[in-house]
């Protein structure tokens, strides 16, 4: 009896991971900025920088995007907000998989039409692709945060380039501009705003990059702001691979994941 007890709170916890809807981020910091820049490698010309600024009413991240330098072949090239800083030694790699706090997956494409299912962090799959030598654009993504204690918060991450064949050509991590000011303060925590601290952008790395003797460029030990600590809920942990449970993720799989709980603790109650 017991052994079915566990194997039912086993299952009904695993669909309880399940993906569920990113929600639109509205409470971001009125101007808060983060910017990632490539650091130039030598012998390539690729360039490019993601900035993302608190949208207006504090509703998503206005992003800005330029690249330039792309090779002649190889795309439509993609780029996303990985899970990870990039690491001390500028590989890619380290950036590990997209954010994607809401359990999206990396196995279904992005629905351009339906962006709140995406992953957060799948940037070009909800704003576009791009197959040219230089590519701008300008938009809004409202399941994005500046918010550091929102599961979406991008500030401490990293940006990756990729080749369609998903192949990371470049890679950096944002880096605080400003962090903006919260209008709002529940529970008398307030966020300490800096609106002015300029962090050098050169503070990037990229994969594969040639070590430069002396100083990799990189410091992994950014200043962020400091609002307190979040009690709930936490933001996806770069060192763990297992999925973080999201109050919003239970409820939308009542059916499937309520329905075993009920069993499991009907079985518990009957022993
Ligand atoms: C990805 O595409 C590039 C350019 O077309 C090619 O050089 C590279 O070998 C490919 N990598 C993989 C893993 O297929
Ligand atoms: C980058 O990291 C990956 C995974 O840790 C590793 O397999 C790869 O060899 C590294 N590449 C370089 C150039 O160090
Ligand atoms: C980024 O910042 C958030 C909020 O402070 C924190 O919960 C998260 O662990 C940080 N992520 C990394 C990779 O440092
Ligand atoms: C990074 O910053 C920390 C703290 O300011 C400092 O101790 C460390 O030496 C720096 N590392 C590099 C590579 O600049
Ligand atoms: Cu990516």
Redesign the pocket.
């Known amino acids: 009896m017991l052994v079915s007890v566990l194997s039912l709170l086993a299952a009904a916890s695993a669909v309880s991971a399940q993906s569920s809807t990113a929600p639109v981020v509205a409470d971001n910091p009125i101007g808060a900025k983060y910017v990632a820049t490539l650091p130039q490698k030598a012998g390539s010309s690729l360039a490019g920088s993601i900035e993302g600024v608190t949208a207006a009413d504090g509703k998503g991240v206005k992003f800005t995007v330029h690249f330039s330098g792309l090779p002649a072949t190889g795309g439509p090239f993609m780029y996303h907000i990985h899970a990870k800083p990039v690491p001390a ?1 500028g ?1 890619c ?2 950036t590990g998989a997209h954010l994607d706090p809401y359990h999206y997956g990396e196995e279904k494409a992005c629905d351009a039409s339906k962006p709140e299912i995406c992953q957060t962090g799948d940037l070009s799959g909800k704003h576009g692709k791009f197959d040219t030598n230089e590519f701008s654009a300008e938009y809004t993504d409202l399941y994005s945060a500046t918010l550091p204690t929102d599961p979406a918060f991008f500030g401490n991450l990293s940006f990756v380039l990729h080749l369609a064949n998903k192949t990371r050509i470049g890679c950096a991590n944002f880096h605080m501009v400003s962090a903006g000011e919260t209008t709002s303060e529940p529970c008398g925590f307030s966020t300490s705003a800096s609106p002015t601290l300029a962090l050098p952008s050169t503070m990037a790395s990229s994969g ?1 990059a040639v070590p430069t003797s002396g100083s990799t460029g990189y410091n992994s030990t950014v200043p962020m702001p400091t609002a307190g600590k979040p009690s709930s809920p936490s933001a996806p942990s770069a060192s763990s691979t297992s999925p973080v449970e999201f109050p919003g993720a239970a409820s939308k799989v009542a059916g499937g994941a309520g329905a075993l709980f009920a069993a499991a603790a009907a079985a518990i109650f009957a022993l």
């Open positions: 030694d590989n790699t380290g594969y």
